[in-house]
T-cell receptor, first 119, second 110 residues
Framework: EPEVTQTPSHQVTQMGQEVILRCVPISNHLYFYWYRQILGQKVEFLVSFYNNEISEKSEIFDDQFSVERPDGSNFTLKIRSTKLEDSAMYFC?????????????????FGQGTRLTVV | QKEVEQNSGPLSVPEGAIASLNCTYS??????FFWYRQYSGKSPELIMS????GDKEDGRFTAQLNKASQYVSLLIRDSQPSDSATYLCAVNAGNTPLVFGKGTRLSVIA
């Protein structure tokens, strides 16, 4: 069964360092997302990406964050200068389409996550 | 501000019983409603989706939606210890991103 894959599973970085989290969405999916979950808290939306551009972003997704689809398969999240409060699980997700025409197309499938620890 | 509210639990049920999980949402234009299961330290796993009022059954799971009351629920019949997890309610409207509730922790006691 197709799945979203993320690497690495765990990343430890020093405060102020740059990190890149990688994702391979499901191959026929067109919408890609990054969510994060701070330990013990809810899953929060960061950014959505469609047709090679950001379609929506949250207040969390400030200038420290960027996303890229460098080739036909990978989707990356870069955090330029990590802060202690960036420590969280970061989940990549993909959906076949948006759900505006057919709600079922909005079903989003999540990767296994990258646990980012900033020390 | 779009909100999705869930009772955090824990909800404890004996093995074989029905577990009932509830969720309310604030955005009236919401169209799509999802239940995800999340085991500790793992990612959300989609288990049910519902788009129109009424009930939708899939195996031991039944999702119920009432848009007038802005209420969605998940019933798990014949609960098993392996169902012990946090259940996340998520909602969106068309192309908007998913808004998640905090989740309800379910504990099925053998």
């Amino acid at each position: 069964e197709p799945e979203v894959t993320q690497t690495p599973s765990h990343q430890v970085t020093q405060m102020g360092q740059e990190v890149i989290l990688r994702c391979v969405p499901i191959s026929n999916h067109l919408y890609f997302y990054w969510y994060r979950q701070i330990l013990g808290q809810k899953v929060e939306f960061l950014v959505s990406f469609y047709n090679n551009e950001i379609s929506e972003k949250s207040e969390i997704f400030d200038d420290q964050f960027s996303v890229e689809r460098p080739d036909g398969s990978n989707f990356t999240l870069k955090i330029r200068s990590t802060k202690l409060e960036d420590s969280a699980m970061y989940f990549c997700a993909s959906s076949e389409r948006g759900g505006d025409l057919i709600p079922r197309d909005a079903e989003a499938f999540f990767g296994q996550g990258t646990r980012l620890t900033v020390v | 501000q779009k909100e999705v509210e869930q009772n955090s639990g824990p909800l404890s049920v004996p093995e074989g019983a029905i577990a009932s999980l509830n969720c309310t949402y604030s955005d009236r234009v919401s169209q799509s409603f999802f239940w995800y299961r999340q085991y500790s330290g793992k990612s959300p796993e989609l288990i049910m989706s519902i788009y129109s009022n009424g009930d939708k059954e899939d195996g031991r799971f039944t999702a119920q939606l009432n848009k007038a009351s802005q209420y969605v629920s998940l019933l798990i019949r014949d609960s098993q210890p392996s169902d012990s997890a946090t259940y996340l309610c998520a909602v969106n409207a068309g192309n908007t991103p998913l808004v998640f509730g905090k989740g309800t922790r379910l504990s099925v006691i053998a």
